[in-house]
Nanobody
Framework: QVQLVESGGGLAQAGGSLRLSCAMS????????LAWFRQTPGKERDFVAS????????YYEDSVKGRFTISRDNTKNTMYLEMNNLKPEDTAVYYC?????????????????WGQGTQVTVSS
């Protein structure tokens, strides 16, 4: 059974940085396209960034382009999200997700496996 575990969330000041990690267990991560989504209370889970199985294709939500970088290390079965120049509006619970079939990079419902989420809070 595939499991995802996020880590690295916490409190940062506006303009600061955080690095999230998502560790996969149960199967090799190279079989999966991966993504980060985020969610605030009362709202739907929003796309942040996604990365293909071989890391050659990435997508970003417009508001994080130039500030966030998604990457993966399949030898460690781990995905990362480097977040720089953080803004208060980045405050959310961040989830990593995996899908093993046809890739719809930005659609949450197409991802099969989800982590438990990690809280990111950015103070102004």
């Amino acid at each position: 059974q595939v499991q995802l575990v996020e880590s690295g969330g916490g409190l940062a000041q506006a303009g600061g940085s955080l690095r999230l990690s998502c560790a996969m267990s149960g199967r090799t991560s190279s079989l999966y396209n991966l993504a980060w989504f985020r969610q605030t209370p009362g709202k739907e889970r929003d796309f942040v960034a996604s990365i293909s199985r071989n890391a050659q294709t990435v997508y970003y939500e417009d508001s994080v382009k130039g500030r966030f970088t998604i990457s993966r290390d399949n030898t460690k079965n781990t995905m990362y999200l480097e977040m720089n120049n953080l803004k208060p509006e980045d405050t959310a619970v961040y989830y990593c997700a995996a899908e093993g079939g046809t890739w719809y990079p930005r659609i949450a419902s197409k991802y099969d496996v989800w982590g438990q989420g990690t809280q990111v809070t950015v103070s102004s």
